[in-house]
């Protein structure tokens, strides 16, 4: 069946040419009616074809039109001996939009084909693409200078119901905007100061405080982590397990003496990250876990934030197990 154009001003159906009028007169005599006649057979399907093409068509363009958060993703698989300058170029690049306002969001996890990017603006269409251009850009740039071998586009779907639904997130987000930030700091940094777990023991603390999460109630956090997303150890462990595991749980206890032992530019990145994540856990917990509406409770919503965060850390899952374990119990030290 075809429904091309026909000459000027028509419209082709399978071998005859009908007036766009007369298309268009039918078609309102269609909706009129509240459906073709089935009797006009390859006509009546060129005429639902084309209403529902021309509806559509309207849904986009009033889509285009609402301002609402708008995600943009880009794919890249970093040069082997560039990730170290994709992490530095990639933090300088989203300390700028957002600087700008440009994007109101960010954050980045490592998956297929190696890291994925996104950003986010509040805006219409037209300002989503004014993003989506100027990431692109950035990635092409990256390709040029061999800090990255392949990039691909891609979509992004929040997973809102790990954490409670569109209002949570709307915080989880701004958190892993911080957390991407102070990730970027240390993977840049070739000559690390201290091993990736501890740095996230600094992340992690900064975050339990700020929904309050307090004392012997972080037990729960991990061991929500260690039974609900499968990072546990099985019951028998290496004594150096137990060893690595005290070291682990007193860290815990002295976070604060871990923090202020960072050298700089590391330790200005912590202090950002506090004072960031502070204030918007507050909105947090004010906004949707001191609500009737919440539907997961902060240490559960913790628990699935914590392996975001670890992913984003390029934490071996190994290690990732070995801190769970070791925190949920961590009175055996």
């Given at each position: 069946m075809g429904h091309d154009r026909g000459p000027a001003g028509e419209v082709c159906v399978g071998a005859r040419s009908v007036p766009l009028g007369v298309l268009l007169d039918d078609c309102l005599r269609d909706v009129r009616k509240a459906g073709a006649d089935p009797a006009d057979g390859e006509y009546a399907a060129a005429r639902r074809a084309f209403l529902a093409a021309g509806l559509a068509a309207l849904d986009r363009a009033a889509d285009r039109r609402v301002r609402r958060t708008r995600w943009i993703q880009v794919g890249v698989t970093p040069v082997a001996d560039a990730e170290g300058r994709l992490y530095g170029q990639l933090a300088e690049s989203a300390r700028e939009l957002l600087a700008g306002g440009v994007a109101t969001d960010f954050f980045y996890l490592h998956k297929p084909p190696g890291v994925?990017?996104?950003?986010?603006?509040?805006?219409?269409?037209?300002?989503?693409?004014?993003?989506?251009?100027?990431?692109?850009?950035?990635?092409?740039?990256?390709?040029?200078?061999?800090?990255?071998?392949?990039?691909?586009?891609?979509?992004?779907?929040?997973?809102?119901?790990?954490?409670?639904?569109?209002?949570?997130?709307?915080?989880?987000?701004?958190?892993f905007t911080a957390d991407s930030l102070a990730w970027l700091r240390f993977l840049a940094d070739d000559a690390r100061a201290l091993p990736a777990w501890a740095y996230s023991l600094i992340l992690?603390?900064?975050?339990?405080?700020?929904?309050?999460?307090?004392?012997?109630?972080?037990?729960?956090?991990?061991?929500?982590?260690?039974?609900?997303?499968?990072?546990?150890?099985?019951?028998?462990?290496?004594?150096?397990?137990?060893?690595?595991?005290?070291?682990?749980?007193?860290?815990?206890?002295a976070i604060g003496a871990l923090r202020d032992a960072l050298p700089e530019p590391l330790r200005a990145a912590a202090v950002r990250h506090r004072v960031?994540?502070?204030?918007?856990?507050?909105?947090?917990?004010?906004?949707?876990?001191?609500?009737?509406?919440?539907?997961?409770?902060?240490r559960q919503a913790l628990?699935?934030?914590?392996?975001?965060?670890?992913?984003?850390?390029?934490?071996?899952?190994?290690?990732?197990?070995?801190?769970?374990?070791?925190?949920?119990g961590r009175t055996r030290s």
């Open positions: 994925r990017i996104r950003f986010a603006v509040h805006g219409d269409a037209a300002t989503a693409e004014r993003l989506r251009e100027i990431v692109s850009a950035r990635a092409d740039d990256w390709l040029r200078e061999h800090v990255v071998r392949h990039r691909e586009p891609g979509g992004y779907e929040p997973e809102a119901h790990l954490f409670g639904g569109e209002v949570s997130m709307r915080s989880v987000h701004r958190l992690l603390r900064d975050v339990l405080d700020g929904v309050g999460v307090a004392g012997w109630e972080d037990r729960d956090v991990w061991d929500r982590v260690r039974r609900g997303t499968g990072r546990g150890l099985p019951a028998d462990v290496p004594d150096a397990w137990r060893e690595t595991a005290v070291r682990i749980r007193a860290h815990w206890r960031e994540v502070a204030a918007e856990a507050e909105r947090w917990t004010r906004g949707y876990f001191a609500t009737e509406e919440a539907e997961v409770g902060p628990a699935y934030y914590t392996v975001f965060h670890w992913n984003r850390g390029r934490l071996a899952l190994p290690t990732q197990c070995l801190l769970a374990d070791a925190l949920a």
